[in-house]
């Protein structure tokens, strides 16, 4: 696709972290303005160059407070941080965005830290997308490292941060559902084990309890990741952050030296195009609830002329095969 003077100078003044243009290019894409895909092709090419650093966990364990500190020890070490926060809670409550912004307040009069709240609220599904484009943006703009918070609550937020090059999985002790999520499929995802609130009880517990799972993994070949377990105290007077940010150092030398950082790369573009493609399906499916033909397909499942599964595997081929 040839990219338009526009759209080139658009991705420039992003690149030059022009923070009006960066907004104007996250909603733009959100919204699926004319001229999106142009727009979302240019600053794809622009990008490439941000560490992805993915952080999810029970809700409330204290992610956006972790957040706010990790990116405090970040701008200590020169680095310049984006922050894409996915916020499933705001569909109830409405105000964990705001309180998002207050947690990550302290940097908002700084230049090189750019945070984004995204809401779940109303999105047709659509909240995979919406955050891989303001990632995209991010990258385009230049950030160091690129921090995408979600709850570690079902399939697709999962998904979300596995496009990462680094991931975080926040537990807390005295949560008790901590390992049970650890133990439906975070174990695995986990690059690093974050044990926040380490200043309650019952810390070493839960941190004996994750490295016990992490040792019934099968035995490390050479070259091998090993997920260190971390304790962080992210409140008022934080601890271990500078620990988190040398182990996350430490991850992403690894991921270069061993060759894994293409893999990750890859596996986070194979991430991206299937759950786009998949929003896109069911916004499709969506859109044809007006057509005839489709209320003539449901009408033969109504009167059991044919089964709803012959019926839908028909209608993934109409996709599959447009004609
Ligand atoms: N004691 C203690 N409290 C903390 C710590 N970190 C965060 N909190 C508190 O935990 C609560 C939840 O923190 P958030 O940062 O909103 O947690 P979250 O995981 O982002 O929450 P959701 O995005 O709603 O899932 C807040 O009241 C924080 O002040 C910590 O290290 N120690
Ligand atoms: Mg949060």
Redesign the pocket.
Known sequence: MTVSLDAMSFVERIADGHRPSIAQAISLLEARHPGFEELGEALWAAGGTARVIGIT?A????????VNALTRELRVRGRRVGIVAV?P?SSISGG?IL?DRI?MGEHTRDGNVYVRSLSNRGSLGGISRATFDAVTVLDAARFDDVIV?T?GVGQAEVDIVRVAHSVLVVSVPGFGDDIQMIKAGLLELADIHVV?????PDVHKLVSEITSMLTLEPRPESGHWSPPVVE????AAPSGIDALVDALNLHTDWLRSTGKLEERTRRAAEIRVREIAKELLVESLQDLSAEDTFQDAIASVTSRKRGPCVVAAELVRCFAVPS
Not at 196 to 200: G, I, L, S, V, W
Not at 232 to 235: N, S
């Open positions: 966990g809700p409330g364990s204290g992610k956006s407070t972790l916020d809670s964990a309180g947690r918070e709850v926040n609130k380490a200043d309650r962080t105290v992210a409140l």
